[in-house]
């Protein structure tokens, strides 16, 4: 079957999933839903919310006792002082999060800048704002690094926000920290407001740190704070989200979130309760066992020649295919009909990055190694015939 190269974005990851689904084998590498477990400590939280306490309406903006755990949360890792009260909403996962963010911010006409390639769903949500997505590139020579140069150069009369995701998806490129700084201050000279993703700050590799703008001097004031449960929990089906940021702002998320879905499912608010109260050794764990994959991802890259941006965070790699003559929807689809191994084509998280591909190490080791020496085969049966 082949895929409909004129469908981008979430469209085309799906078309190529449902192709996966015909493969009893498939081995896929390249979306983002870890393969551990929730842990047991979690999942007895949301059997006891649902005999004791999971029957009724939650406010739009979460339990307290949530809030307070997450302000603690931000607090103690990231290092953002927040009111429970007033500026914590929890919402249903990430997706929903982001998606508020961009709605609570942004009017039709108005500007966000966007480091490419991203999360699609941003994208999305400003389209569906009327909002204009003004790209700054990144790229693999430099391990996807925006500047705050090429921010400073991109900012308009009509911008409104800049967008800053760290660990990105789906780069795994890490924002320093004296950049963060720079961005913040760049942001207040110009009186924007800061969109931060802190989803994967978890997940920071080798000798690399996170930072979250809105821990800065002049950040609070003006950053909206995404994260989830997702992936750091293992909780993807969960759908527990927040978003943290100054009281004006978060009043007008809490309006939308109340209007659109409503409070957040009880049971899962219970769980993230345990989940970020509870031990923190699964999400250690988790983390080490991303580490030894990240190595064997990279070792097999290295074999088959593919250059990459050494991803410092996160979950993924995005690898360059240039060489290889082919479109990213192209080559997914190749190495998916003869090995069964799908990974992710680059185009779909920005289209004009038809030469990368996105991998995760979300596998245990054994069909991780299994997955690669596939994509290994295919790739040499294509620059073998390159050569012929």
């Known amino acids: 079957m082949a895929t409909n190269n004129r469908k981008h974005g979430t469209a085309l990851l799906y078309d190529l999933i449902s192709q996966a689904r015909s493969f009893p084998d498939a081995i896929v590498l390249g979306r983002g839903d870890p393969d551990f477990d929730t842990p047991p400590h979690i999942i007895d939280a949301a059997e006891m919310a649902m005999r004791e306490r999971g029957n009724h309406y939650t406010p739009p903006e979460g339990i307290l006792s949530l809030r307070q755990v997450i302000a603690r949360r ?76 090429q ?39 110009h009186d924007l407001l800061i969109l931060a993703d802190d989803i994967y700050d978890l997940f920071v590799y080798d000798d690399f740190e996170h930072c979250s703008p809105a821990s800065l001097p002049g950040g609070k004031e003006r950053t909206l704070t995404v994260n989830a449960l997702s992936k750091a929990y293992a909780m993807t089906g969960w759908r527990l989200g927040w978003i943290v940021g100054p009281e004006d702002l978060m009043a007008h998320v809490k309006q939308l979130k109340a209007a659109i879905t409503g409070g957040t499912s009880i049971i899962s608010q219970y769980a993230a309760v345990a989940a970020l109260e509870g031990p923190q050794e699964p999400m250690l764990a988790m983390r080490e066992a991303y580490v030894r994959r990240r190595r064997i991802v990279l070792d097999a890259l290295d074999e088959m020649g593919m250059r990459y941006g050494l991803p410092k965070g996160g979950q993924f790699v995005y690898a360059d295919i240039t060489p290889t003559g082919y479109s990213s929807a192209e080559l997914a689809e190749k190495i998916l009909q003869e090995q069964h191994v799908l990974v992710y084509p680059g185009s779909a998280f920005s289209e004009a990055r038809e030469q990368y591909l996105r991998m995760t190490f979300l596998q245990p080791e054994e069909k991780l190694r299994e997955g690669l020496q596939r994509m290994k085969l295919a790739m040499k049966s294509i620059m073998g015939s390159l050569t012929r």
């Open 151 to 189: 921010v400073r150069e991109a900012i308009s009369e009509r911008t409104r926000a800049v967008l800053l995701v760290s660990p990105n998806n789906p780069t795994a490129g890490v924002i320093p920290p004296a950049d963060v700084h720079a961005f913040v201050r760049l942001a207040a000279d």
């Open 74 to 149: 931000v607090k103690e890792v990231n290092g953002i002082e927040v009111d429970a009260a007033t500026e914590v909403v929890v919402t249903n996962g990430g997706q929903e999060a982001l998606f508020l963010m961009v709605l609570a911010t942004i009017a039709s006409g108005e500007e966000m800048i966007v480091p490419e390639p991203n999360y699609n769903t941003y994208n999305d949500a400003l389209t569906f704002v009327g909002g204009i997505q003004v790209p700054v590139p990144t790229y693999a020579r430099n391990d996807f690094r925006v500047t705050p140069e």
